[in-house]
């Protein structure tokens, strides 16, 4: 059975940063595309970060290129997201996702809670 | 950029009624690679549909897919109780991959 384990969500200051992790198993991480899908109160979906089976490339939507890195590591089956200089409009719940470009979003983490307040 | 819109975006009926929902792509999906998802109150959302048209394992075969190009549907031949839920459609094609803004599907 395909897993995903989000955590390190929290309340964190505007400005401050935060380091979510996912850790996979039930299926060949290192064969996959991985993706960070977060979704704010109430409003719809957005991928905001992807990353390829082997690192090779990188996505990051315009709302969060240069704030945010993504990075995994295929011994451990873990996916992260660093996120530094968070804004109010990045409150949401972030899920870790099996998928990217032209391959099946199938599997979604439960999801962790990040809100941006002071 | 790929902008996916949903219509309606809020479709009301009755347990075992029929329920059309469509997705609208402002360009063509790159060889179909379009999908659906169902997210109920406080879940993460669930890969119903890809391809279009193939049904994800274990859903139930009432959901189906359809269209090509620009124009997608979902469509649930008789709503069950559990089928009341927001629904995505998502576009996995090109880069950036993009969601539409979600069809909610309530009791009447």
């Known amino acids: 059975e395909v897993q995903l384990l989000e955590s390190g969500g929290g309340l964190v200051q505007p400005g401050g940063s935060l380091r979510l992790s996912c850790v996979a198993s039930?299926?060949?991480?290192?064969?996959?595309?991985m993706s960070w899908v977060r979704q704010a109160p109430g409003k719809g979906l957005e991928r905001v970060s992807g990353i390829t089976d082997n690192s090779g490339d990188t996505y990051y939507a315009d709302s969060v290129k240069g704030r945010f890195t993504i990075s995994r590591d295929n011994f451990k089956n873990t996916l992260s997201l660093q996120m530094s200089s968070l804004r109010a409009e990045d409150t949401a719940v972030y899920y870790c996702?099996?998928?990217?470009?032209?391959?099946?979003?199938?599997?979604w983490g439960q999801g962790t809670l990040v809100t941006v307040s002071s | 950029e790929i902008v996916l819109t949903q219509s309606p975006g809020t479709l009301c009926l009755s347990p075992g009624e029929r329920a059309t929902l469509s997705c609208r792509a402002s360009?063509?999906?790159?060889?179909?690679?379009l999908g659906w998802f169902q997210q109920r109150p406080g879940q993460a959302p669930r890969l119903l549909i890809y391809g279009a048209s193939s049904r994800a394992t274990g859903i139930p075969d009432r959901f189906s897919g359809s269209g090509s190009g620009t124009d997608f549907t979902l469509t649930i031949s008789r709503l069950e109780p559990e089928d009341f839920a927001v629904y995505y459609c998502q576009q996995y094609g090109s880069s950036p991959v993009t969601f539409g803004g979600g069809t909610k599907v309530e009791i009447k």
């Open positions: 996702v099996k998928g990217g470009t032209r391959e099946t979003f199938d599997h």
């Open positions: 360009q063509s999906v790159s060889s179909n690679y």
């Open positions: 039930g299926f060949t991480f290192s064969s996959y595309t």
